[in-house]
């Protein structure tokens, strides 16, 4: 494994070690590397290898590197953030003072926002059927874009924005003009009996 590997995807693997006179020994160490994954020509090899020396780089893991550690980190971030501001929209979505002015129209546009934003959480994921070349090895791991993220977030934040400022010029309005009481059947004969 190399340093950037999780270590639940870390597995002990056994080292092949050249006799004295295999032709193999004769390869370079990358080409080794390439041809027989796993072989040495000796031991003293295996307790010396530094990830940080290119020569060495072939007997570590070549898929998590740093980059791809990075971008996990940041996702782990940014899922926090993400769970934080999906709560706060469907709090505001399940406020029984706003239920009543959020239209179908304005739920469906929040609630494809929200599905938007956690199908773009997932960039960078790999889906091993998918990744895979025809051998079925993965060459390498996509790397998370928290751009895609921060877009979708401010796209939600923006949306939500805009729909509960509305109703809440809505509800101000209706207290400023609230519905006359209605008149119970009889009430308006009485009174034109009464009128001049």
Same mark, same amino acid.
């Given at each position: 494994?190399?340093?950037?590997?999780?270590?639940?995807?870390?597995?002990?693997? $056994?080292?092949?070690?050249?006799?004295?006179?295999?032709?193999?020994?004769?390869?370079?160490?990358?080409?080794?590397?390439?041809?027989?994954?796993?072989?040495?020509?000796?031991?003293?090899?295996?307790? $010396?290898?530094?990830?940080?020396?290119?020569?060495?780089?072939?007997?570590?893991?070549?898929?998590?590197?740093?980059?791809?550690?990075?971008?996990?980190?940041?996702?782990?971030?940014? $899922?926090?953030?993400?769970?934080?501001?999906?709560?706060?929209?469907?709090?505001?979505?399940?406020?029984?003072?706003?239920?009543?002015?959020?239209?179908?129209?304005?739920?469906?546009?929040?609630?494809?926002?929200?599905?938007?934003?956690?199908?773009?959480?997932?960039?960078?994921?790999?889906?091993?059927?998918?990744?895979?070349?025809?051998?079925?090895?993965?060459?390498?791991?996509?790397?998370?874009?928290?751009?895609?993220?921060?877009?979708?977030?401010?796209?939600?934040?923006?949306?939500?924005?805009?729909?509960?400022?509305?109703?809440?010029?809505?509800?101000?309005?209706?207290?400023?003009?609230?519905?006359?009481?209605?008149?119970?059947?009889?009430?308006?004969?009485?009174?034109?009996?009464?009128?001049?």
């Amino acid at each position: 494994p190399g340093p950037y590997c999780p270590e639940e995807g870390r597995a002990k693997a $056994s080292a092949i070690l050249l006799p004295k006179n295999s032709p193999y020994r004769l390869l370079s160490d990358q080409d080794l590397a390439k041809y027989l994954p796993g072989a040495v020509k000796n031991l003293d090899k295996l307790a $010396s290898l530094d990830y940080s020396d290119p020569n060495d780089r072939p007997y570590f893991c070549p898929l998590h590197t740093k980059e791809w550690y990075e971008g996990e980190q940041q996702r782990q971030i940014m $899922s926090e953030q993400v769970a934080a501001l999906i709560a706060q929209v469907k709090s505001s979505m399940a406020n029984p003072n706003y239920a009543p002015k959020l239209t179908s129209e304005r739920n469906n546009r929040l609630n494809k926002a929200i599905d938007k934003l956690e199908e773009v959480l997932q960039n960078g994921k790999v889906k091993v059927d998918n990744q895979s070349d025809e051998t079925g090895v993965l060459e390498s791991l996509p790397i998370f874009d928290p751009k895609i993220v921060e877009t979708e977030m401010d796209n939600l934040s923006n949306i939500a924005k805009d729909i509960f400022d509305a109703i809440e010029k809505e509800l101000e309005l209706d207290k400023q003009n609230p519905d006359p009481e209605p008149v119970s059947p009889g009430e308006d004969d009485e009174t034109n009996e009464n009128a001049p």
